[in-house]
C-alpha cells in the first residue's frame, strides 16, 4: 500500500524524539565522567594539602625538612644513619657528595624524606618509599631543582640503577583542574608548573609534551594522558 503523508510525518517525529532521547543520554554520560574527574581531582588535591600539612607539622618540631635534618637515630626516624646536610634542598647521594650527574636516584634525602615523615608519626598512610596516589595514579616523591623543592606528581617508579621513572599521567584538562585548585590554572607560572620527561633531571625542569599546554594555557581539547607536574613546596 502507498504510503501518505501522514505516515512520513510520523516517521520524522520518531527519528526526532530517538535523537532527542539520545542526545539527552549523551549529555549524562558526559556530565557524570565530568563530575567523575572533578571528584578524583578535589580528593588528589585534598592529599596534597594533607602532605603539605604533615609536612609543615615535622619542620615546625625538628626545624628541618623531613630527609634533610640531622641526629635523625637520636629522634628515632631511622633505625641507621639517615641524616641529611640541612641545607634546606632535599637531594641525592650524588648532590650531597658535590657531583651533579644527569638524573636524579633514589637515594640520599630524596629517599629518606617520607621515611622520616612516616616514622615522626606526622604522616601515617605510607610505608613504602613514597606514597601512591589512585586518584592521579602515580606515586609522589620530593626533589630539589635549582634552589627550590618540588613534588613530582607523575613518579611510575624506581628501576635497578635507583632511576626515578616518570610518566604522563594527567589529561591536560586534569592537570589544568589541579593547577587551578592548587595554584593559578597556568601551567608556566606560580607554584605548579607542567613538566617532566621520561625521568627527573637535576639540571633543569624539561619542557613538557607539546600538546600538553602551550606558554599560555593547558590544551584541555587533547584528551590523551599528555601530562606531568611539579609542585614547589614552598615551606
Known amino acids: 500500500m502507498k504510503k501518505t503523508s501522514s505516515d512520513n510525518a510520523y516517521t520524522l517525529i520518531e527519528v526526532a524524539f530517538v535523537v532527542i532521547v539520545l542526545s539527552v543520554i549523551l549529555g549524562l554520560v558526559v ?6 574527574v572533578e571528584n578524583h581531582i578535589k580528593r588528589a588535591v585534598s592529599e596534597l594539602q594533607e602532605y603539605k600539612s604533615s609536612i609543615v607539622g615535622f619542620k615546625r618540631k625538628y626545624g628541618f625538612l623531613p630527609g634533610d635534618l640531622t641526629k635523625t637515630q637520636i629522634f628515632s626516624l631511622s633505625l641507621n644513619n639517615t641524616d641529611g646536610n ?3 634542598l632535599i637531594e641525592d647521594k650524588n648532590q650531597l ?7 636524579l636516584k633514589m637515594d640520599g634525602e630524596i629517599a629518606n624524606f617520607w621515611l622520616h615523615l612516616y616514622r615522626s608519626g606526622f604522616l601515617k598512610k605510607t610505608k613504602s618509599i613514597f606514597p601512591y596516589v589512585p586518584f ?5 616523591l620530593v626533589f630539589s631543582n635549582g634552589e627550590r623543592n618540588f ?3 607523575a613518579i611510575s ?17 586534569e592537570a589544568y583542574l589541579i593547577d587551578k585548585k592548587l595554584d593559578d590554572g ?7 608548573f607542567a613538566y617532566g620527561g621520561n625521568t627527573i633531571n637535576n639540571l633543569k625542569l624539561k619542557s613538557p609534551n607539546p600538546k600538553c599546554a602551550t606558554d599560555f594555557e593547558y590544551l584541555t581539547v587533547y584528551r590523551k594522558k599528555l601530562c606531568q607536574l611539579v609542585y614547589e613546596i614552598d615551606i
Open 186 to 192: 597556568l601551567p608556566f607560572s606560580g607554584n605548579v
Open 136 to 140: 592521579l595514579k602515580t606515586g609522589i
Open 97 to 103: 657528595n658535590g657531583v651533579y650527574d644527569k638524573n
Open 86 to 88: 640541612q641545607n634546606g
Open 151 to 153: 613534588y613530582h606528581l
Open 157 to 173: 617508579g624506581v628501576n635497578i640503577n635507583k632511576d626515578i621513572k616518570t610518566i604522563n599521567n594527567l589529561t591536560p584538562y
Open 31 to 36: 556530565n557524570i565522567k565530568a563530575n567523575n
